[in-house]
């Protein structure tokens, strides 16, 4: 990367590194309308450099569309609304390139599929034909493609992602925990501590063990005096604390052995496989992964990791130290036994995922260092999801219709009043005004078939009453604010890192407050 | 019945205004047009024209906000052209609050839109100047420049609750940020919240000179300790490239004698400036709530945020919204004094690097009295060299037990009333 792209992204590599940003560079997004919210999506996206963006939008500027968008003037009325945003948000960063597509969506529809094979994520915005938002939706999941879908109404805002699954390796997991074998040491961090009589060492130095030798030296106290048993319930790592602690000369003074006795309950917990992974291998193994050529790389590295710890027994070890009291030269000492072990690890890793690969009908070549580097890395902290297609199911239903609705149900009566908002406009070819309250009670009951003798929770209709008297969808703070959040989102899609919503979030800016589904 | 008095006002925001919503708090008092007339006519001041600022003065010139202040002493840097979206490359030098508040005018030709830039310090206008506004809005990464601001705009107001103004706080860090509002007086304030700051991480003095670890670690010992010793008296300026590459250079070597691995300049610059991350996602959402409770409070359309909500974007999507209670011991809006205990024996100078570290105090150069003497003073000189003499006495001959003691500092306008009781 070049000194003055550093320098610009200075504030954003230090989230993503260069590794995130060189996935979002390499991201092509489409914007399917040209709204106040898709612009500020894009905006929050060409800013950090997204590689490419698409806007599909066949419409011409009306005065309508001014309003609440920053990137469109006077001047713009009468074009093509796709162009016309291109052209300003161009200016934001020349790095990026920004293309106009004034194509009706249900011609492209029409089209050949292939055509949206070439974006790696959509952002639907606000209203889209009821058929067409099916046709797109069903198109796309079968592709694998992750779509967005994000409205405005008044002070309310919905988001929801469509994808058939999620794998995050990089998920920056914020509980920093660090898999340190103290159990079972390897060979060589065993010879190392061995190494050390710490009896003999002198006060000073005696202050610098490194709290891993110290948990590594308790342990064979105390399987000496407990049979070989490992202290594996809690009470017994309570005693086995209380045992770090006798060890040191003057625990007021040795911040080293408050160090291992502060982190002897996470050291030992290290025995058992994170569940997450028994979850991995058992779907690795069932009808829903089909190992073929087309399968994601995440699941040949699970089966490649099975294969592995069938082998070995253990986890390839990631080999990061946390820091810790201790001399210079014992911690450099430690930091390369559990580097080199590491790097040991990720090579018998990486021949399972040749193994995998060849037997899956892949090529070897598509063997990626780095991304093998990072799963071996990450391994305590990977993260896999499934999503659905549908725009809502029953239980989410019957949640609304109950009769004793309390509060915490009303970002769900915001969703479903969103959903209808938008369905009203698209069949009425008007939004409802405040007139329209029957009218839209009526709509509502039809769109998600619901029984007249049932009726509508009070919270419902009162969320109706909010979204018909202050109908815009264009109201720039929540366009905003939701521009701010689908981007994110899309950031984390794009750059593969940090764990993306699963799969629904709605914001009330009346009341300031947000929940999230899944669906 | 309402009626649209001119054709300024644009769609996008007008049924908010226009129409009552049945959330709205005063439903039978609600008049669309005075509405109106209190959002064209309320004067909003912005402080900070940075990430946040950029988007603040954005979402206010398209809701229907008509008369802004905008006040920032900075100048744009390349680092900002990832998220701060009113500034060009060819804009790098010139004054953020000028250029931001020229970008903005040019975009919105014909909507009657004054927008006023203050290129200089908060700390630089005086109290008058911040009486002129309905509203402040804050989107600053200093913790100072918010203590300073808010412990002004409380002092503004009196026990009739004339002269209250609005502070709506926000910030962001990475994919996190929150926003708040502060009502001077009747709700928590910034100083209340003090504690909820992450202190800077900092290291041990005796593992940077002796054992360091960590590249963090190098660094720590380039600035803190080597350029000191190399010049004294001069300040280093992470600004200057001379300078970084110095420390940079004497942390790589440093490194290199440990054997430590990742010195770079990027991980060099991050320590000695304490960078926070940050992206342009962030800052939109932040100040677009920010401004969503402005137009609420000035329209009085729907309920303001009471008072404080948290966004964390990093593992899914989170927000946490919820009342910060006023803390009856703030030493800005609160009228308790705050207890404190300490030995007896302890002198003057050890009371005070005790109160310098304590995180809910945070007063960086604090001078202190009494009722009836001054204990110590930074100035001016002559009484710094009067006071002096009281930093080695013990605290058992300089104060009474649960005596008060006034702590000031100059660069705040707070005094902090510290109930001391000695053991
Ligand atoms: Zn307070």
């Not at chain 1, 986890?315 to 559990?338: C, E, N, R």
């Not at chain 2, 380039?222 to 300040?235: C, D, Q, T, Y």
């Not at chain 2, 200057?240 to 942390?251: C, F, I, K, R």
């Not at chain 2, 705050?338 to 024996?345: L, Y």
Request: proline share 5%; glycine share 4%.
């Amino acid at each position: 990367m070049s000194f003055d792209k550093k320098l610009k992204y200075d504030r954003q590599l230090r989230l993503w590194a260069n590794t995130g940003q060189t996935s979002l560079e390499g991201s092509h997004i489409c914007l399917v309308n040209a709204t106040a919210v898709g612009s500020e999506i894009l905006k929050n996206l060409i800013l950090p450099g997204i590689g490419e963006y698409t806007i599909i939008d066949d419409k011409r500027v009306t005065e309508e569309d001014i309003f609440g968008n920053f990137f469109l003037d006077e001047d713009d009325l009468g074009n093509s609304i796709s162009s016309s945003l291109a052209k300003q948000l161009n200016e934001l960063n020349t790095d990026v390139k920004g293309y106009a597509v004034s194509t009706e969506l249900s011609e492209l529809l029409r089209g050949p599929a292939e055509f949206w094979d070439k974006f790696n994520t959509i952002v639907i915005t606000n209203q889209v034909a009821s058929h067409d938002l099916d046709a797109l939706l069903d198109l796309l999941w079968e592709r694998r493609i992750p779509v967005f879908l994000v409205r405005t109404a008044g002070f309310y805002g919905t988001l929801q992602l469509f994808a058939k699954e999620v794998n995050v390796v990089e998920t920056h997991d914020p509980a920093m925990f660090h898999d340190l074998r103290i159990i079972n040491p390897w060979n060589e961090l065993q010879e190392y501590s061995d190494s050390m009589d710490i009896d003999t060492l002198d006060d000073e130095m005696h202050a610098h063990i490194p709290y891993v030798i110290i948990l590594i030296k308790t342990l064979e106290k105390w399987k000496k005096e407990n049979g070989g048993k490992i202290p594996l319930e809690y009470s017994k790592r309570s005693e086995f604390k209380r045992l770090v602690e006798s060890m040191s000369r003057n625990l007021e003074m040795e911040d080293n052995f408050k160090e291992a006795a502060k982190a002897t309950h996470r050291a030992l917990q290290f025995s058992q496989f994170p569940p997450l992974i028994n979850d991995l291998f058992q779907k690795v193994d069932s009808q829903e992964i089909s190992m073929d050529s087309n399968v994601p790389i995440f699941w040949i590295y699970v089966k490649a990791l099975k294969q592995f710890v069938e082998k070995y027994n253990e986890l390839p070890l990631p080999g990061s130290l946390p820091d810790m009291t201790s001399t210079s030269f014992a911690y450099v000492t430690l930091t390369k036994l559990y580097g080199e072990k590491a790097r040991d690890d990720e090579r018998k890793f990486k021949d399972e995922v040749i193994h995998v690969l060849k037997a899956s009908g892949n090529s070897e070549a598509d063997v990626n260092h780095n991304s093998i580097h990072s799963f071996c890395k990450n391994i305590h902290f990977l993260y896999a999801t499934t999503g659905s297609r549908k725009l809502y199911n029953n239980s989410m239903i019957s949640a609304i219709m109950k009769e004793s609705n309390s509060l915490e149900c009303s970002t769900l009566f915001i969703y479903f009043t969103v959903m209808c908002y938008f369905s009203f406009a698209d069949s009425l070819q008007s939004f409802p005004n405040p007139g329209d309250l029957e009218k839209f009670k009526a709509f509502f009951r039809n769109m998600f078939s619901l029984p007249s003798s049932k009726p509508l929770p009070e919270g419902l209709i009162k969320i109706f009453k909010e979204v018909i008297a202050h109908s815009s969808q264009s109201y720039h703070n929540i366009s905003s604010f939701m521009g701010g959040v689908t981007s994110q989102e899309i950031l984390k899609v794009s750059t593969a890192q940090y764990t993306p919503l699963d799969n629904l979030y709605v914001f009330d800016g009346v009341h300031s407050i947000s929940e999230k589904w899944k669906i | 019945m309402f009626s649209i008095q001119n054709n300024q006002h644009d769609s996008s925001y007008l049924s908010l205004v226009s129409n009552v919503g049945p959330f709205n708090e005063f439903i039978d008092e609600y008049d669309p047009n005075e509405a109106f007339n209190t959002l064209s006519n309320a004067r909003v001041l912005v402080i900070g024209a940075g990430g946040l600022g950029c988007e603040i003065l954005k979402d206010l010139a398209l809701t229907g906000f008509k008369k802004i202040d905008i006040i920032d002493a900075d100048t744009i840097e390349v680092s900002n052209l990832n998220r701060q979206f009113l500034f060009r490359s060819g804009d790098v030098g010139r004054p953020k609050a000028e250029v931001a508040a020229e970008f903005v005018k040019r975009k919105s030709m014909g909507k009657n839109l004054s927008i006023v830039s203050h290129y200089c310090r908060i700390q630089d206008k005086p109290q008058s100047f911040y009486k002129q506004f309905d509203v402040v809005i804050c989107g600053l990464d200093s913790v100072e420049a918010r203590r300073w601001i808010n412990a002004t705009l409380v002092s503004l107001v009196d026990s009739n609750l004339n002269g209250l103004i609005p502070m709506i706080d926000g910030g962001t860090e990475g994919f996190r940020g929150q926003s708040r509002v502060i009502l001077p007086t009747v709700t928590s304030c910034y100083e209340c919240t003090l504690d909820m700051i992450t202190p800077k991480t900092t290291y041990p003095v005796c593992t940077i000179a002796n054992t360091p670890r960590l590249p963090e670690h190098c660094v720590e010992w380039a600035s803190v300790l080597e350029w000191p010793r190399r010049f004294p008296g001069k300040k280093f300026d992470p600004d200057l490239s001379e300078h970084l590459d110095w420390m940079y250079e004497t942390a790589h070597r440093r490194a290199i004698h440990f054997k430590i691995d990742g010195v770079t300049k990027e991980l060099t610059l991050g320590v000695v400036k304490n960078i926070i991350p940050a992206i342009a996602s962030t800052n939109a959402i932040i100040a677009a709530s920010c401004c969503n409770e402005a137009f609420k409070y000035v329209t009085s359309s729907n309920p303001i945020l009471n008072n404080y909500m948290m966004y964390s974007g990093d593992y899914s999507i989170f927000t946490y919204t919820y009342s910060h209670a006023r803390k009856p011991n703030c030493p800005v809006c609160g009228n308790h004094p705050k207890t404190i205990k300490v030995p007896g024996s302890w002198d003057l100078r050890d009371f005070i690097e005790h109160i310098k570290e304590k995180h809910d105090i945070s007063i960086g150069t604090p001078s202190l009295a009494t009722a009836t003497k001054q204990l110590y003073f930074r100035s001016p000189p002559s009484l710094e060299e009067f006071t002096r003499k009281n930093l080695g006495r013990k605290l058992s001959e300089l104060l009474d037990d649960n005596e008060e003691v006034i702590v000031s500092d100059p660069k705040l306008p707070i005094s902090l009333r510290l109930l001391v009781k000695l053991e």
